[in-house]
């Protein structure tokens, strides 16, 4: 059975809960294929908060593996020489030797209990980096308060200190605030992140959203748009509001940073078109030279929108969303410090300007390394949105 008596899973069906979920399975496909209920798979899986290990250790090829061990007990049982295992593994005599002496002797060698035993010895008792430094956790916790993304203060700290012990990786910070054995970081601050979300989200999953007719992607997208030197190159995302009732669009252009804002009543494709056209009435005609979206629905009549205005629409590929990486981070900092997206149309579009004392404090930029504006001030004050000559 799945259970014992104290309605706690088993180590094998724990493994096949992780396992599983390694192969990016949703809670409910896991649950019915170990039969098992939502909840159940979930209480395994959260206090992991996404970081899932491989179930079986794999030392380094220089140590003995488990097909290794596996050898060794059936040369024992064939009562072979330490010598003939030897041979036959590649391996000193001494290693072989050893290995048996130190997990049973001939008699008892078991190797998935000799490979368990030497993974408990191969871990070090040593605190995380953020546990064994206190200062630099306060200074995390500090950052991570003011909305700085695990990225920004990692970069930051990498510019403030020469020390590599007042220095912390992004990853650190992320595993700190996922998995909630370690302790460092309360389980708290991961709302401060601009996703909101406790768990890391798996990667692995299969597209199941229905395929957008005619799409052109962001393979063929000029590379013009790629290295940023001409402006007029646009991305595209929406922030969505209280309940999927309306959602808000941020255009970003790819060059300046520049921002435009539109309040959207619904997520349909002909509302959302409509919106868009509005938007692009609001520049001139040779700032509008390409826009890039991710696979949503609500552009699936882009082949209309470049009929109208002669901007072609150029798609990135499914869950990646690096692909717009100028617009993610405007989008994601004004969904942060901003209330939900407006829940009914009724709510002015006048609340809809972007705050401009986040202008230099506000997200860190990619392309500037992370920085902020103001830590990187004059690669923002070119002025390229004038018309050509």
């Not at 250790?57 to 220089?62: E, F, K, L, V």
């Not at 290794?68 to 003939?84: K, N, S």
């Not at 962001?218 to 922030?239: F, M, Q």
């Not at 590929?317 to 209330?339: E, F, L, M, N, V």
């Amino acid at each position: 059975m799945a259970r014992s008596g104290n309605w706690r899973l088993d180590r094998p069906t724990r493994a096949a809960v992780i396992r599983l979920a390694r192969q990016g399975k949703t809670h409910r496909e896991i649950g019915s294929e170990l039969r098992l209920g939502k909840g159940t798979v979930g209480a395994v899986l959260t206090p992991l908060g996404g970081v899932l290990r491989a179930p079986c250790w794999m030392p380094s090829r220089r140590r003995l593996q488990l097909d290794d061990r596996i050898e060794i007990q059936l040369g024992l049982a064939r009562t072979d020489t330490f010598t003939a295992i030897a041979q036959r593994l590649g391996r000193a005599v001494s290693t072989v030797s050893r290995e048996v002496h130190h997990h049973g002797g001939r008699q008892r060698y078991k190797a998935v209990a000799a490979h368990a035993a030497a993974e408990r010895d191969a871990r070090r008792p040593k605190s995380t980096k953020l546990a064994a430094n206190p200062a630099l956790c306060a200074r995390v916790i500090d950052d991570l308060e003011q909305l700085l993304s695990p990225e920004q203060i990692a970069r930051r700290l990498q510019v403030e200190f020469a020390n590599p012990e007042l220095r912390v990786s992004h990853e650190t910070i992320y595993k700190s605030l996922y998995v909630q054995g370690r302790g460092e970081l309360r389980r708290e601050l991961a709302r401060c992140l601009r996703t909101g979300r406790a768990m890391r989200k798996p990667q692995g999953r299969l597209e199941r959203r229905g395929r957008i007719p005619n799409m052109i992607m962001i393979s063929e997208r000029p590379a013009e748009a790629d290295d940023r030197a001409v402006p007029g190159h646009w991305e595209g995302d929406l922030i969505i509001g209280a309940n999927n009732k309306s959602a808000i669009a941020t255009l970003v252009e790819r060059s300046t940073r520049y921002v435009l804002l539109a309040h959207i009543s619904n997520q349909r494709a002909e509302t959302v078109r409509t919106v868009l056209l509005e938007r692009v009435a609001t520049l001139p005609a040779h700032l509008w030279r390409s826009l890039t979206w991710d696979q949503g629905r609500e552009m699936a009549e882009h082949e209309l929108f470049t009929i109208d205005t002669g901007i072609q629409v150029y798609f990135c590929d499914p869950h990646s969303p690096w692909q717009r990486g100028s617009t993610k981070t405007p989008t994601a900092c004004y969904a942060s410090t901003s209330p939900k997206a407006p829940a009914s149309p009724a709510t002015p579009k006048t609340t809809l300007t972007p705050s401009l004392s986040n202008s230099t404090t506000g997200p860190a930029r990619r392309s500037a390394g992370k920085l902020q504006p103001s830590d990187s001030p004059s690669s923002y004050c070119d002025n390229r949105l004038s018309p050509p000559c």
